[in-house]
């Protein structure tokens, strides 16, 4: 009887210990997902309720019908820290794809438009005197506003050169001082008609994180701006080897975009402003592209993902690739959102929300315009960016810049 009772004990003990064990090696219970219904979305107090939002284009509506659903920017669960690093392959597929682009532009030849070239220092642009045709003093450097004089066009010549051509049909040339020692009043001219000489190539190479190019010679001389700028005589000597910020220049679009070219987007006022110091802001897409949420910024240098092909649209307007060349950016709702995820980089195809009005204003700046009609804007020090600007030259009352300069990148 006592060994029963023993046996007994000793199984009901066992199986106590068993219990225990399977229970230290169950999985712990998965914890109940929060649906989106459950989190109070904040509205952001800036944003017009939706009866008090302006009346939508029938394009604007038509995008929306088209696209089936309209992405509501408030509704994200939680905050996520922008960042530039790309998902792992493991974590990301990617499905080939071949946007349907036009042809990437020649690599070589004429460049659609013109260009504003100013100096990094002073930020003071050249001017071409007369329009061209002179020897002495050719081009200098004195603050002005852009006209005629001050817009140059410019063309790419094999193997990686470049020609500066004035208003007036002449060619820059570089030619006292060339590779020797320099020449006070003749460091360029303005004097050919064609630029069939080695002296009006020049090697244009840029841009760098903070939007600048420096111009060498024929010989790998560097263009040196006298004073950083703000010459009306001497204003540049060609016998530089090293580039410094005497050497350093902002090439600024102006006129025709033309199609399929390579930009970086910047606010006007950027850059190295006298008296302010150096403020680099450019537009850039987190990752390349391919994002829905934190998707863009212009509290960011010039980088790969700063890169935007403009495609022009069958209606005049453009559409921006991101740098991964595969998606557009998209301006949720058509545009209006003033804050939030109001600018996504994940579509892969350009319908309506992918459509901007890109349009020249004075001093060679742009104004980018969304579908609905409000314009792109950026905050102060550039901390937000808002599609929901009525009035670009009323933006700056409120503290947001409307106008943009645009970088050619590749010359």
């Not at 987007?265 to 592209?289: E, Q, W």
């Not at 992918?354 to 901390?383: D, H, M, R, W």
Request: hydrophobic letters at 35%; charged letters at 15%.
């Amino acid at each position: 009887m006592r060994a029963i009772v023993w046996k007994t004990l000793l199984l009901s003990g066992m199986c106590l210990l068993l219990v225990a064990c399977s229970s230290s090696l169950r999985p712990p219970t998965e914890p109940t997902a929060v649906t989106a219904s459950a989190v109070e979305v904040q509205v952001s107090p800036d944003e017009a309720p939706p009866d008090q939002q302006p009346p939508v284009s029938s394009e604007a509506t038509g995008e929306v019908q088209e696209r089936g659903v309209i992405r509501d920017h408030r509704t994200q669960l939680g905050t996520f820290a922008p960042t530039q690093k790309t998902p792992s392959s493991g974590q990301l597929s990617v499905q080939p794809f071949v946007p349907a682009v036009v042809p990437n532009p020649p690599a070589f030849g004429s460049l659609p438009g013109d260009f504003a070239i100013r100096s990094y220092l002073k930020n003071t642009p050249f001017t071409a005197r007369d329009g061209g045709h002179h020897s002495i003093d050719a081009v200098i450097t004195v603050p002005t506003v852009i006209g005629p004089n001050q817009r140059f066009r410019l063309a790419t010549v094999q193997p990686d050169y470049a020609t500066i051509q004035t208003s007036g049909g002449y060619f820059i040339s570089a030619v006292g001082g060339l590779g020797g020692a320099p020449n006070t009043t003749q460091g360029v001219q303005t004097e050919l008609m064609t630029p069939q000489r080695d002296i009006a190539l020049f090697r244009i190479d840029g841009p760098s994180a903070a939007g600048t190019f420096t111009i060498k010679t024929y010989d790998g001389h560097f263009l040196t701006a006298l004073g950083g700028g703000g010459k009306a005589t001497n204003a540049f000597h060609t016998d530089a080897v090293q580039a410094k910020t005497w050497e350093y220049f902002y090439f600024v679009k102006c006129g025709d975009l033309g199609s399929g070219y390579q930009y970086a987007i910047r606010p006007t006022g950027t850059g190295n402003v006298p008296g302010k110091g150096d403020f680099v802001s450019y537009l850039t897409a987190y990752g390349g592209g391919g994002r829905a949420q934190h998707a863009l910024t212009a509290y960011s240098g010039l980088f790969a993902e700063s890169r935007f092909r403009l495609i022009k649209q069958s209606d005049g307007s453009y559409a921006l690739q991101t740098s991964n060349g595969v998606n557009y950016v998209t301006a949720v709702g058509g545009g209006g959102l003033a804050s939030g995820d109001n600018l996504h980089s994940d579509a892969r195809q350009v319908k309506a929300w992918e459509k901007f009005k890109i349009v020249e204003q004075p001093n060679c700046s742009y104004t980018i315009q969304t579908v609905s009609g409000f314009y792109l804007a950026v905050g102060p020090a550039s901390s937000a960016i808002s599609t929901r600007i009525s009035d670009p030259n009323a933006a700056p009352s409120i503290g947001y810049n409307a106008k943009f300069e645009l970088i050619m990148v590749g010359l």
